[in-house]
């Protein structure tokens, strides 16, 4: 191994690499030889100053990961927040869910498909799933999780408030939106509107879109005023990948907690 002293006059000097011992000969600058009284032992050899590069690559890229995979977790939770998705169903704890439901669920969280529609009778796990899956493709796109008649209350709450620009966001097309209990919202035409006007942007923007309901997408259909009732269940069809949830509710009866 040569290396080129920065300038004045220079030694060829034998020497030992300091991590692996091989023999090298090194040129070094007088003044440096002199001060180490000749020896010279600070040197590597080429292949061991590749090792330590690549090892000093090897550590930059793995902190650069923690970093990014940190910057994800985060943004994920800021998601979660903002969302206003309840807690409880960020990270359910679930037992054998209906494998069709799952794995549309599966797929919506992906991204793999941009809509999900879940209806069946009482207690059956749809707003569970439909939670579960949001959430996850929260990790992907923001958005925003309300149930449908609190929805249609928030458009009505006082100008200004936070309820009121939130409700007003999901209407725009611009997120993700989730509308729980679909089929609890008013029947009315201002309610049909505004039902209207959230699923339509949604559809039109190709924004992520879930929705729960008891009933059936026929029944919903039939929910509002026409043809406004028809049009928000056609709109419904084309986006979302619709899953009916079959068999006994799982809420259990309340119960006095145990005495020991
Ligand atoms: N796969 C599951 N494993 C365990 N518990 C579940 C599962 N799915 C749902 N649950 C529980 O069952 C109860 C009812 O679930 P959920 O609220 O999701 O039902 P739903 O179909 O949305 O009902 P509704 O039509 O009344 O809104 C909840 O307490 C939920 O935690
Ligand atoms: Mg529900
Ligand atoms: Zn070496």
């Known amino acids: 191994m040569t290396l080129k002293a920065a300038g004045g006059p220079s030694i ?7 991590i692996c011992g091989t023999k090298l000969t090194v040129e070094v600058s ?7 009284n000749g020896n010279v032992t600070w040197r590597a050899c080429d292949d ?3 090792n330590e590069a690549a090892e000093r690559e090897r550590t930059i890229a793995a902190e650069y990961e923690e970093i990014h995979a940190n910057w ?7 998601r979660i927040g903002a969302s206003g998705i309840p807690r409880k169903l960020v990270n359910p704890t679930l037992t054998a869910p209906p494998h069709d439901a799952m794995k549309a669920a599966v797929e919506f969280a992906n ?4 809509g999900l529609l879940f209806t069946g009778p ?11 899956a949001f959430a996850r493709r929260l990790q992907h796109t923001p958005g925003i999780w309300r149930s449908a008649p609190i929805l249609v209350n928030d458009l009505q709450a006082e100008f200004g408030s936070d309820e009121r620009r939130v ?8 997120q993700m939106v989730a509308l729980d209990d679909l089929d609890k919202a008013r029947g009315t035409d201002y309610a049909a509107s505004q039902i209207f006007a959230a699923i339509n942007e949604a559809y039109v923007n190709e924004q992520p879109l879930v929705v729960t309901s008891n009933l059936p997408l026929q029944d919903l259909a039939r929910r ?3 043809p406004i009732g028809e049009t928000i269940a056609d709109r419904l069809q084309e986006h979302c990948v619709r899953v009916v949830l079959t068999g006994a509710t799982r809420r259990k009866p309340a119960q006095l907690p145990t005495q020991n």
């Open 12 to 18: 060829t000097a034998d020497t030992t690499c300091r």
């Open 30 to 36: 007088a003044a440096t030889y002199k001060r180490h």
């Open 48 to 50: 061991c100053n590749a």
């Open 72 to 78: 994800l977790r985060e943004r994920w939770r800021r």
């Open 111 to 114: 991204g793999t498909i941009n």
């Open 122 to 132: 009482p207690g059956l796990g749809k707003t569970t799933i439909a939670g579960w």
């Open 167 to 174: 409700a007003n966001e999901l209407l725009s097309g611009r």
């Open 224 to 226: 509002w005023p026409q």
